[in-house]
C-alpha cells in the first residue's frame, strides 16, 4: 500500500526559501516516478517538478531555474527545494507516485494514481 506524507510548508517573504518534504512508504523508486504538484484556490492543479527511475527530471516553466527536486532512496524521501520563492507560488503542494511513465505524461496530474494530502505554502510579498 503507497502511502505519501508532505511536511515542510509554512509562511516564508518573497525571496525566501523552504524544503518540502515527502515519505512514501510502499514505492519503489527505481520503477517509480516521484512529482510535485501545487493547487492555488480556483486554480488547477499544476505539475511543480518530477523525477523518475530513469533518472530525469522535469519543472514547469514556472519554477525552471528557482526549484530542485531530489529523493534520497535510503530514506525513501521526496524533497522539493523552493528559491526565490514569489507571491505566486503561494498553493497548496502535493506529493504524487505511479509507476514510470512516458516523458509528455510526467507533469500531469491525471498520470498519478497515489497522493499525498498537500502542504501549505505561504508567499508573502
Known amino acids: 500500500q503507497v502511502e505519501l506524507v508532505e511536511s515542510g510548508g509554512g509562511s516564508v517573504q518573497s525571496g525566501g526559501s523552504l524544503r518540502l518534504s515527502c515519505v512514501a512508504s510502499g514505492v519503489n523508486f527505481r520503477s517509480y516516478c516521484m512529482a510535485w504538484f501545487r493547487q492555488a484556490p480556483g486554480k488547477e492543479r499544476e505539475g511543480v517538478a518530477s523525477?523518475?527511475?530513469?533518472?530525469?527530471?522535469l519543472y514547469g516553466d514556472s519554477v525552471q531555474g528557482r526549484f530542485t527536486i531530489a529523493q534520497d532512496n535510503a530514506k525513501n524521501t521526496l524533497y522539493l527545494h523552493m528559491n526565490v520563492l514569489k507571491p505566486e507560488d503561494t498553493a497548496m503542494y502535493y506529493c504524487?507516485?505511479?509507476?514510470?511513465?512516458?516523458?509528455?505524461?510526467?507533469?500531469?496530474?491525471?498520470?498519478?494514481?497515489?497522493w499525498g494530502q498537500g502542504t501549505q505554502v505561504t508567499v508573502s510579498s
Open positions: 504524487a507516485a505511479d509507476v514510470s511513465m512516458g516523458v509528455p505524461f510526467r507533469l500531469v496530474a491525471i498520470s498519478y494514481n497515489y
Open positions: 523525477i523518475c527511475s530513469d533518472g530525469n527530471s
